[in-house]
């Protein structure tokens, strides 16, 4: 049964080493019906993850010269699995709330949330000007 238990766990944790980088968002669904294309974002999304799986999501905005306006606000969170599930487990300012991670890989990432809504995105790829 530990194999069988681990087996399953096993794929969700390969999502971890993704997760951490620099993501742009590509599209948002919500209860499966696209709502909306980003052609462009203005912002990026960082996720930093620490050793022992507590991090922070901040908001960065690219500029011309290859450097990020990086907020001041950041989101705390901790990635848990549940249920052979990948959680991360917000509590910024008090609001505690959890987003699933539903795949992370060198491609693409997205996120569902208690809303319906799903979140793809695509690894940040610098604009190059010469």
Not at 62 to 76: H, L, M, V, Y
Request: include cysteine.
């Amino acid at each position: 049964m530990a194999s069988l238990l681990y087996s399953c766990q096993s794929d969700v944790i390969n999502y971890i080493p993704y997760v951490e980088g620099y993501w742009e968002i590509v599209s948002a669904t919500k209860d499966q019906k696209k709502i909306k294309d980003f052609k462009i974002s203005g912002t990026i999304d960082y996720f930093k993850i620490n050793d022992n799986l507590s991090g922070y999501r901040k908001k960065v905005t690219p500029r011309f010269d290859g450097a990020f306006e990086i907020s001041q606000d950041q989101s705390n969170f901790k990635l848990s699995i549940e249920d052979h599930q990948l959680w991360i487990n917000y509590n910024s300012n008090g609001v505690v709330y959890k987003e699933q991670i539903l795949r992370a890989n060198e491609a693409s990432l997205i996120i569902s949330n208690s809303n319906g809504f799903c979140y793809y995105y695509k690894p940040y790829e610098p604009l190059i000007f010469d």
